[in-house]
T-cell receptor, first 115, second 114 residues
Framework: GQQLNQSPQSMFIQEGEDVSMNCTSS?????WLWYKQDPGEGPVLLIA?????ELTSNGRLTAQFGITRKDSFLNISASIPSDVGIYFC???????????????FGQGTILTVHP | DAGVTQSPTHLIKTRGQQVTLRCSPK?????VSWYQQALGQGPQFIFQYYEEEERQRGNFPDRFSGHQFPNYSSELNVNALLLGDSALYLC?????????????FGSGTRLTVV
């Protein structure tokens, strides 16, 4: 099935460093979402973006909805050990003329933070 | 307020068998979607149920079927299990205001086919 191109696949950083990851697609989306998944758990929503060009923050997290509607990035500032996990981007495209749709996910970025 | 609840948490089945997974959506949500997440991959959309009907479907064979009950809970059924069906199956619920809430996921059911 279709997946978004998410990079990097993995990152190993020191506590306190900033992190950046991004997602690209050949298709446009109505909404971009960023999720974090811990081992044995389902994805948890971090940030949702609804308009092209939108820049949204949630604490140390900042994400942007690309102008072309085909890409998004997520930044994490001043990383801490509990940021460890797998981060997924997801695009939501509404089914024609409706207000509902399916999520298409990237393959994930595995983040490791060394104390 | 309970979030999305899935059962069972783990399951081991033999090739050729059938399996039923269950999901209770978050309170106030009326739409349930199912996703399959293979190891090391992002979740893949299976289908979505609303008002007890399948509203959208991904690229999965007819062996995958579902049901939604009047209380909005849902089941995912997989027939004639293959080894490749081994995965984490995630249920996500959403409501009328999905714009502000996004989709809420359960912790998943880990299915192993042997």
């Amino acid at each position: 099935g279709q997946q978004l191109n998410q990079s990097p696949q993995s990152m190993f950083i020191q506590e306190g460093e900033d992190v950046s990851m991004n997602c690209t697609s050949s298709s446009i989306f109505n909404t971009w979402l960023w999720y974090k998944q811990d081992p044995g758990e389902g994805p948890v929503l971090l940030i949702a973006l609804y308009k092209a060009g939108e820049l949204t923050s949630n604490g140390r997290l900042t994400a942007q909805f690309g102008i072309t509607r085909k890409d998004s990035f997520l930044n994490i500032s001043a990383s801490i050990p509990s940021d460890v996990g797998i981060y997924f981007c997801a695009g939501l495209m509404y089914a024609g003329g409706t207000s509902y749709g399916k999520l298409t996910f990237g393959q994930g970025t595995i983040l490791t933070v060394h104390p | 307020d309970a979030g999305v609840t899935q059962s069972p948490t783990h399951l081991i089945k033999t090739r050729g068998q059938q399996v039923t997974l269950r999901c209770s959506p978050k309170s106030g949500h009326d739409t349930v979607s199912w996703y399959q997440q293979a190891l090391g991959q992002g979740p893949q959309f299976i289908f979505q149920y609303y008002e007890e009907e399948e509203r959208q479907r991904g690229n999965f064979p007819d062996r995958f079927s579902g049901h939604q009950f009047p209380n909005y809970s849902s089941e995912l059924n997989v027939n004639a299990l293959l080894l490749g069906d081994s995965a984490l199956y995630l249920c996500a619920s959403s409501g009328q205001d999905s714009r502000s809430e996004g989709y809420t996921f359960g912790s998943g059911t880990r299915l192993t086919v042997v």
